[in-house]
């Protein structure tokens, strides 16, 4: 088993940043892909960004590109989501999460593992 922990969620102004963590216990992220996805109250869960560990390839929601920056620090295991020109539109509920499939996806039903999830909420 893999749990996830988030941290680094937060109110913060429109145009703002922050920046959003998730590391695992109990394992690594080596072999994994690793997703972030978001909630908005009275909305579906929708795909944030993936970034693929052992290649380090990243992918985007049109909505975030040119604004989100997904990484990873291989000493610290952990991945990061830099979210900057925040808009109100961005607050929601931000999950970690993890895929132990080849490859990559931005459905969540291919995720194995999830994180508590962490409130991001933008004022305009």
């Known amino acids: 088993q893999m749990q996830l922990v988030e941290s680094g969620g937060g109110l913060v102004q429109a145009g703002g940043s922050l920046r959003l963590s998730c590391a695992p216990s109990g394992r690594t992220f080596s072999r994994y892909a690793v997703g972030w996805f978001r909630q908005a109250p009275g909305k579906e869960r929708e795909f944030v960004a993936a970034?693929?560990?052992?290649?380090?390839?990243?992918y985007y929601a049109d909505s975030v590109k040119g604004r989100f920056t997904i990484s990873r620090n291989n000493a610290k295991n952990t991945v990061y989501l830099q979210m900057n020109s925040l808009k109100a539109e961005d607050t929601a509920v931000y999950y970690c999460?993890?895929?132990?499939?080849?490859?990559?996806?931005?459905?969540?039903?291919?995720?194995?593992?999830w994180g508590q999830g962490t409130q991001v909420t933008v004022a305009s």
């Open positions: 999460a993890a895929g132990a499939s080849p490859g990559w996806s931005t459905s969540s039903d291919w995720y194995d593992y």
């Open positions: 970034i693929v560990w052992n290649s380090g390839n990243t």
